[in-house]
Every structure is written in C-alpha cells, then in structure tokens.
C-alpha cells in the first residue's frame, strides 16, 4: 500500500489533480495507480470504506474512484456518507454490474459517473480530466463570482474579460450617483442586466425598478404608461390610473431603445428630467416626481441627432455618463463562463443534467465548444443563451457533441486545415488543426478498413452515425460512393 501523500499539495510539484482510489482488490488499486501517476496525477489508495472516508477527512482530492463491491460496506452506502460530508467533490462508481439500475442508483445518490469493469483506460482518464478541468473551471468561476460580489455585488453578470471587468469598473463607479445614463452596445450584449446592476447597487435600489421597451408600444398608450391618467382621459379610460414615473418615484426607470422613441414623446420625456414633473393625461395638475433615467440604445444616437430624428438637448441630457458594452466577439475568453452558467440555468429549469448541488453536468465536446468560440455571434450573448438552451432540451448525455448545435453553425463554422504546398499540415498549425488533422486521417482510415460504411465506421470508432456525418462534413473528408467502392475493389 504507497504512504499516503501529505495534505498540503501546494508545495508538490504540478500535477494534474489527487485522486483517491477504493478498492479492496490490491491489484485494482495498483493498477489504477500506474495509470493515473503515468498521466500526472497524484494518486492515494483506500482497501476498504472506512479506511477511504478517514482519508477524505485528512486530505483534500479532485476526485475518488469508488468500488462498487467492499467486504466492509457498499459503495453506495460510502457515496451516501461522502456526500454527508462533501457535496463537491466528483466521486465515480466502479462496478462490475454494469446495469442501468446500478448506474441510475449512482447517479440519484451523487455519483458523477460509473464505469463496469472491465473499463477502458482511455475513456476513463478522458472522463477523469474532463470532470476534474469542469470542477477546476467551476471553482475558478466561484471565487470570480465571490470576487465580484464583494466587489460589484452584480450575481447576474457572467464575464471576466478585461473589457467586461472595465465596463464593471464604470458601473460601480456611477451606480451611487444620481446621473443619468445611456447604455451603448448591439443588440444582445445585456444592456438592460447592466441598469439593473446599477439600480440595484444605488441608493435607490428599495424602491421601484420599471423597464420599458420604448419600440415595442404605440406612442398613446406609451404616453398612457409613462405618466398615467384620469378617469374619461380617453374612451377606454375608466377609471384613473398612475403610471411609471409616479410609482417609481425615487427609484429607476429604464428605457430600452430609446432611439425609437417620437418627437412628441421625446419632448415630454426631457420636460419631465429637466422640470422634474409631468402632467397625467386629462389632468391640468402637476405631479413632481423624482426618478433616476437609465436609457440604452443598439442605435447610433449622435447619427440620429444630426439627422433630426432625435432631439439634441434630450440626447446631452440622456448621455451624461456613456457606458459601451463590448460584443460577445471582442470578449470570446468569456464565452466558456456564459456556456456553463446558462448550462446551469436551463439545467434547472429542465429538470436535467444536475448533479446534487444542482449544477449542470453537462459540457461541449471540444470540436463543439471550438465552434462557439469561432463564431462571430451578432446576436450575442442573447444568441449564445438561445444555442445553449437548444442544446439543453436536446442533449442525449451529458457531453453534448457538435452535431446538437444548429446548423447555421455547424455550416459557418466549418473547419478548413491550413496545408503547405505539398500537402503536409503547415508548420504553424494550431493546436486544434493538429487534432483536427490526426481525427481526419483516423476517419478516413477507419473508412477505408470499413470498405467506406459509415455505419460500420462508426461503430469501430464508438461514435453515433450523426456525429461521424458531422465530422466528415466538418473535415471535407471526400466520401467514395457505391460505385466507387465497387470499383476500387474490382
């Protein structure tokens, strides 16, 4: 049995992550251990339960490796009590009944994953990596979130970006002033979360919050909404009624697409920020109110001003403070983040792919994730949290391949590998190109073995017949057709 390895692992040197390995079968436990240290990893071993919940007490792991079978106690009673105590550390089931009762058992009782004996090594530390990294990511983003709400208290904004932490900055900077603010940026970059995050860390973050789409109602009745109205104002007007400004009084209104909004309602909206008061419809009194005007617009507003489309004076009094939210293409380092946090999301409205925490288990596959982070999204983060939600409700496991996504993805987002003129990989080729390239010789000789049957092909490389089509379109892997394939052989 190896010495267990100290608590302390900060002066190691760097290793992959400390797995704990439960199995009253020596041979187990060391072959586990040969294959795992071979990879990096730092690797501890427990004969029995017990003996693997006293080292769980003394050390801290990225992941346990637990038999199914114990002379002393079930692995599933030992899942229970680790789950007792730690609900955060992954913990895969080994048994040798591979059976779907076993595996949902597990799963309802905190397991991350099972494995039947005999498992494949290759899978095995391909699901080990993957789930120690998605744990790793997971706590980086809890000390990110942590860090932001001390600092920010902003839960609803996912981004770590530098162009993010600064437009963060900005905010923090103006949420406990009284200015008014105009939110830029194209549409889907989160305007309206950014007002709420400065509504909610102002002074007036106890009263009224109101957003209004300023495109989406005819002038009438926006007025009507705006500012209310007495009873017989108009023919459907039967009874008085107040509107935004005089319920939110001291607190925030937010106008979405301000651009959009008419001459008319333009004039009366500057009455109100520069008299602060404004007469309800079919009323000659005033009413003086005091309310703080956040604006956003995905339009450029100094274009419209010089046009004549939109008042000069309401447009210096609206734009006192210019915050720019950047689009999702100039901030790809968040998309990982914003991926995991609406994984999350609809994880849980779904009712799926969570784990006891209700966190999400699921994850892209490489290739998939690669996709994301090439394309251009000029929907933005709002079309990124649509593609996410598509693959939740679609997801058949928990790593959710490239062929989930929607096409006009899969389409913009075909993989062309840059060769030198004698057809080798070039000499700067990525890292995704080098696998790329490796996973397109390996499809095509599989094809070839295969006499060209995708559906045999498939089999042989443990892949769905979908995801290998993908794939061969992805790679523009020339596929031989019947005829052909008869020929060849001929």
Avoid: C
């Avoid at 009455?271 to 450029?300: C, H, M, W, Y």
């Amino acid at each position: 049995m190896p010495e267990p390895l100290p608590a302390d692992t900060a002066t190691l040197p760097a290793a992959l992550g400390r797995v704990l390995v439960v199995d009253d079968e020596e041979a187990i436990r060391e072959s586990l251990e040969v294959l795992l240290t071979s990879e990096g990893y730092l690797v501890d071993g427990a004969q029995n339960g017990a003996e693997g919940l006293r080292r769980m007490e003394t050390a801290s792991y990225d992941l346990v490796l637990l038999d199914f079978l114990m002379p002393d106690r079930s692995g599933m009673e030992v899942l229970r009590e680790i789950r007792e105590r730690d609900t955060q550390t992954p913990v895969f089931l080994i048994t040798a009944f591979g059976s779907v009762d076993v595996a949902v058992d597990a799963l309802k009782a905190g397991a991350n994953d099972y494995f039947s004996k005999p498992w494949k090594n290759e899978k095995l530390l391909l699901e080990i990596d993957r789930t120690i990294g998605k744990r790793r990511l997971e706590r980086e983003n809890e000390q990110l979130k942590r860090a932001l709400k001390q600092r920010y208290s902003f839960p609803n904004i996912v981004g770590k970006s530098e162009r993010m932490m600064k437009v963060l900055d900005l905010v923090t900077q103006v949420a406990p002033s009284r200015t008014n603010i105009l939110i830029t940026g194209e549409t889907g970059t989160g305007k309206e979360l950014i007002a709420k995050a400065i509504h909610a860390n102002s002074v007036r973050s106890e009263q009224m919050f109101f957003a209004v789409n300023t495109g989406s109602l005819p002038p009438d009745l926006l007025e009507s909404t705006l500012f209310g109205h007495t009873k017989g104002a108009f023919t459907s007007a039967v009874s008085s009624q107040k509107g935004y400004f005089e319920i939110a009084n001291r607190g925030t209104i937010f106008f979405d697409e301000i651009g959009t909004l008419s001459v008319d309602m333009q004039a009366k909206l500057l009455r109100v920020i520069q008299e602060k008061e404004f007469r309800p419809l079919g009323s000659s009194e005033t009413v003086r109110v005091d309310v703080r005007i956040l604006a956003a617009t995905n339009a450029d507003l100094r274009r419209l001003v010089d046009d004549g489309r939109f008042r000069e004076d309401l447009y210096y009094r609206l734009n006192v403070i210019n915050i720019v939210l950047p689009p999702l293409r100039e901030r790809k380092e968040d998309i990982p983040s914003l991926v995991e946090h609406f994984f999350t999301k609809y994880s849980r409205e779904n009712e799926k792919y969570l784990d006891a925490q209700e966190q999400s288990l699921l994850s892209f596959e490489p290739e998939a994730m690669q996709i994301l982070m090439d394309h251009t999204w000029p929907g933005n983060v709002r079309e990124l949290e649509n593609v996410v939600e598509r693959a939740v409700v679609l997801a058949a496991q928990p790593t959710v391949p490239a062929d989930v996504l929607p096409d006009y993805l899969l389409q913009a987002g075909g993989m062309r590998i840059r060769r030198d003129s004698s057809g080798r990989l070039a000499p700067d080729a990525s890292l995704f190109e080098i696998v790329a390239d490796f996973e397109r010789r390996q499809i095509i000789e599989t094809l070839e073995a295969s006499n060209w049957s995708q559906t045999e092909a498939s089999e042989a490389l443990h892949i769905p017949l979908s995801t290998l089509n993908q794939k061969i379109k992805r790679l523009e892997i020339p596929v031989r057709r019947k005829a052909e394939r008869s020929a060849g052989g001929a």
